[in-house]
């Protein structure tokens, strides 16, 4: 079947540190890749995606890139803010005709002044 | 353009008491989805549907649970009864169709957050 692993968290970091959330997963066929934020309080909202291998997907800071031969879709960023603070969700979906999205657990970052 | 609305944000019932949930999706999005997630995990599919259609509820306990897409717009998920376990965060989300791009982005509504007493 199709799944999603994260580090787990709670990931604390000062504000201006680099960040790495670890994401692999498995799955029968060509999946695309997402990031999911979800904010305190708020629904999930789409970070990036990337729909192939070797894409790098970018927002707001940060990226991640479609690694096939690794099956991993790591997430950095450079340098953090404090309104970073958030859980972050891993993603993908193996789509012909379905649409089915596979959610990792999420990693909560907290960002320290 | 208005995101996916959910209503209530929050329900609080006893154990036993139905409970219902309402979604409406983004304009123009064809596909539904409702989503449960648990505290500290990420969100689980319950059911999809594609306009009225549900074409995926493999994981919707159907011995408590339903759902409706009458029209092919908005959506009622309901709980009949409620138990302990259902404690959660109950999510809509809706996506469209984005050309000859193989992705499906999905757009989340703010959940309800159901406790069960």
């Known amino acids: 079947g199709n799944s999603v692993t994260q580090m787990k968290g709670p990931v604390t970091l000062s504000e201006e540190a680099f960040l790495t959330i670890n994401c692999t997963y498995t799955?029968?066929?060509?999946?695309?890749l997402f990031w999911y934020v979800q904010y305190p309080g708020e629904g999930l909202q789409l970070l990036l995606k990337?729909?192939?291998?070797?894409d790098k997907g970018s927002n707001k800071g940060f990226e991640a890139t479609y690694r096939k031969e690794t099956t991993s879709f790591h997430l950095e960023k450079g340098s953090v803010q404090v309104s970073d603070s958030a859980v972050y969700f891993c993603?993908?979906?193996?789509?012909?005709?379905?649409?089915?999205?596979?959610f990792g657990p999420g990693t909560r970052l907290s960002v320290l002044p | 353009e208005a995101g996916v609305v959910q209503s209530p944000r929050y329900k609080i019932i006893e154990k036993k008491q139905p409970v219902a949930f309402w979604c409406n999706p983004i304009?123009?999005?064809?596909?539904l989805y409702w989503y449960r997630q648990n505290l500290g995990q990420g969100p689980e599919l319950l059911i999809r549907?594609?306009?009225?259609?549900?074409?995926?509820d493999s994981q919707l306990p159907k011995d408590r649970f339903s759902a409706e897409r009458l029209k092919g717009v908005d959506s009622t998920l309901k709980i009949q009864p409620a138990e302990l376990g259902d404690s959660a965060v109950y999510l809509c989300?809706?996506?469209?169709?984005?050309?000859?791009?193989?992705?499906?982005?999905?757009?989340f509504g703010p959940g309800t957050r159901l406790t069960v007493t």
């Open positions: 989300a809706s996506s469209a169709l984005n050309g000859a791009v193989r992705s499906y982005e999905q757009y």
């Open positions: 799955a029968t066929g060509y999946p695309s």
């Open positions: 990337a729909t192939k291998a070797d």
């Open positions: 993603a993908l979906t193996v789509n012909n005709y379905g649409q089915n999205f596979v």
């Open positions: 304009s123009g999005h064809n596909t």
């Open positions: 549907y594609e306009n009225e259609e549900a074409v995926d």
